[in-house]
């Protein structure tokens, strides 16, 4: 069981937009960084937020992270298909002194 | 480019063991913290163990301490997980990644290797 809480699922449809929670607690959201990555079916998972809100290049600014004391979310503007994919949230926990991953929200565009 | 190539996995018995190899190309090994992930199938994410850039400093999740064990060579460019002791649970993809700057910052993934412990 994730100690980084996020809805199994989302939707939209194409143009809309969609956000997707990350709930921790003081230990990990409270005080590190927020990572969020992208899987696409069959491949590996890729950086698409870090450090909270910011975007490595080449990830589109539909793309978008933020923050607020233990829970953060990403948001994605202007739904495209080819976004449909599973999303972590992700960062360090200072008690477990170890990297948390969230449990998984898999986004379907419809 | 940066790459990162997994290999060794495979179908070992419980209680088995497989080491797992990374090789890392198109940056300096040396500079940089490395992990290793794994993916139970159909399942999400597991951070399983990172080791610092000079290998002094190794951490484990619970789920595999004391029975993982991570180490690095950068003469030869490569990451390695030892892993003893396996468990029907410990099936998954294990990937590599490349920390970058902070503890959960993985910039970097590794297409993985699966590892299947059935008998």
């Known amino acids: 069981q994730s100690v980084l809480t996020q809805p199994p699922s989302a939707s939209g449809t194409p143009g809309q937009r969609v956000t997707i929670s990350c709930s921790g607690s003081n230990s990990n959201i409270g005080s590190n960084p927020v990572n969020w990555y992208q899987q696409l079916p069959g491949t590996a998972p890729k950086l698409l937020i870090y450090s909270n809100n910011q975007r490595p290049s080449g990830v589109p600014d539909r793309f978008s992270g933020s923050k607020s004391g233990t829970s953060a979310s990403l948001a994605i503007s202007g739904l495209q298909s080819e976004d449909e994919a599973d999303y972590y949230c992700a960062g360090w926990d200072d008690s477990l002194n170890g990297v948390l991953f969230g449990g998984g929200t898999k986004l379907t565009v419809l | 480019q940066v790459q990162l190539v997994e290999s060794g996995g495979g179908l070992v018995k419980p209680g088995g063991s497989l080491r797992l190899s990374c090789a890392a190309s198109?940056?300096?090994?040396?500079?940089?913290?490395m992990s290793w992930i794994r993916q139970a199938p159909g399942k999400g994410l597991e951070w399983v163990s990172y080791?610092?850039?000079?290998?002094?400093?190794?951490y484990y999740a619970d789920s595999v301490k004391g029975r993982f064990t991570i180490s690095r060579d950068s003469a030869k460019n490569s990451l390695y997980l030892q892993m003893s002791s396996l468990r029907a649970e410990d099936t998954a993809v294990y990937y590599c990644?490349?920390?970058?700057?902070?503890?959960?910052?993985?910039?970097?993934w590794g297409q993985g290797t699966l590892v299947t412990v059935s008998s």
């Open positions: 080791i610092s850039s000079s290998g002094s400093s190794v």
């Open positions: 990644a490349r920390e970058q700057g902070s503890l959960g910052l993985f910039d970097n």
């Open positions: 198109g940056f300096t090994f040396s500079d940089y913290y």
